[in-house]
């Protein structure tokens, strides 16, 4: 088994920034692809960014491109989501997930349902 535990939420003015984080604990995440999904009431889950095993690949939603930045340092077995110039719509729980391989193509990376492990999430709350 693999926990993920997230932190970084919180409440931040539009136009502002947060970086999430995602800690990786148990069974090892070697050559495991990871992503953050986000989830608003009422709204279906969807993916926001996902990161292959060695960071040489990423991925993002268009709704994100250019404002998050997706990284992870292995030895540490932590992900960050780097979110700038933060919009109201961007309010949502965050999710970190786990998939059970290494560099996945952009189809897979986006569907949930190709991740194993899930953390509770973290609350992200944009002000106007």
């Known amino acids: 088994q693999v926990q993920l535990v997230e932190s970084g939420g919180g409440l931040v003015q539009a136009g502002g920034s947060l970086r999430l984080s995602c800690a990786a604990s148990?069974?090892?995440?070697?050559?495991?692809?990871m992503g953050w999904f986000r989830q608003a009431p009422g709204k279906e889950r969807e993916f926001v960014a996902a990161i292959s095993w060695s960071g040489g690949n990423s991925y993002y939603a268009d709704s994100v491109k250019g404002r998050f930045t997706i990284s992870r340092v292995n030895a540490m077995k932590t992900v960050y989501l780097q979110m700038n110039s933060l919009k109201q719509e961007d309010t949502a729980g965050y999710y970190c997930a786990a998939m059970r391989k290494p560099a996945p193509n952009t189809v897979v990376a986006g569907k949930a349902v190709e991740y194993a492990y899930w953390g509770q999430g973290t609350q992200v709350t944009v002000s106007s």
């Open positions: 148990g069974r090892t995440t070697s050559n495991y692809a």
